[in-house]
């Protein structure tokens, strides 16, 4: 119903490569949220998408969701090693004001140097 | 550092036992939100509180229960502790109570249930 499903859950990469990592609902989503997550961290929020094919960027990061709000994608160009962690989606829902966040299962990523 | 403090950072206890996890906001926040993250369950929302009225409910056990006190810190009482409950716990904090304002989540505090 509510659930936001990752793929993939771990993925490994050689330092400079591209990395993404999908987020898809079976239902319409209202929004996404994503969040990064350093082992032994904390998450941190990055960014929240709204509008239906939505792109937004922060310098090697690229946000998007999809057309259809039914997915979205973080898409990371020549990784570092500074980018491992967790990568999370997460959608409310709820009212303007009362509800939740639902957070998908993430994805490990792994950069190799 | 998001500005969210949270004690203690390190929990052991033992099952049947009640603990006590507290946070404090950042400067002029006025929601807190608990959240739990375990390996089986990922992360998960627990309870928001807003300006010391609960706003929100999550996947929160009956026996746990939060509260927000007049100064806006939080406490997260988790009693007749079970192994399951071993987890990190995180708050996090917010200007408003809108699903549209950035959260800043605390250090968290690792609970080991014995």
């Known amino acids: 119903g509510q659930q936001v499903m990752q793929i993939p859950q771990y993925q490994h990469v050689q330092e400079g490569e591209d990395f993404t990592t999908y987020c898809n609902s079976s239902?319409?989503?209202?929004?996404i949220q994503w969040y990064k997550q350093r082992p032994g961290g904390h998450p941190v929020f990055l960014i929240q998408l709204v509008k239906s094919g939505e792109v937004k960027k922060q310098k090697r990061l690229t946000f998007q969701f999809g057309e259809a709000k039914k997915n979205s994608s973080l898409h990371i160009t020549a990784t570092q090693t500074t980018d491992v962690g967790t990568y999370f989606c997460?959608?409310?829902?709820?009212?303007?004001?009362?509800?939740?966040?639902?957070f998908g299962q993430g994805t490990i990523l792994t950069v190799h140097p | 550092d998001s500005g969210v403090t949270q004690t203690p950072k390190h929990l052991i206890t033992a099952t049947g036992q009640r603990v006590t996890l507290r946070c404090s906001p950042r400067?002029?926040?006025?929601?807190v939100y608990w959240y739990q993250q375990s390996l089986d369950q990922g992360l998960q929302f627990l309870i928001q509180?807003?300006?010391?009225?609960?706003?929100a409910k999550g996947n929160i056990l009956e026996r746990f229960s939060a509260q927000q006190f007049p100064d806006l810190h939080s406490e997260l009482n988790l009693s007749s502790l079970e192994l399951g409950d071993s987890a990190l716990y995180f708050c996090?904090?917010?200007?408003?109570?809108?699903?549209?304002?950035?959260?800043?989540f605390g250090p968290g505090t690792r609970l080991l249930v014995l």
């Open positions: 997460a959608r409310y829902t709820g009212g303007t004001s009362y509800g939740k966040l639902t």
């Open positions: 509180y807003y300006n010391g009225e609960e706003r």
């Open positions: 996090a904090s917010s200007v408003g109570a809108s699903w549209q304002e950035t959260q800043y």
């Open positions: 239902t319409t989503l209202s929004n």
């Open positions: 400067s002029g926040d006025l929601s």
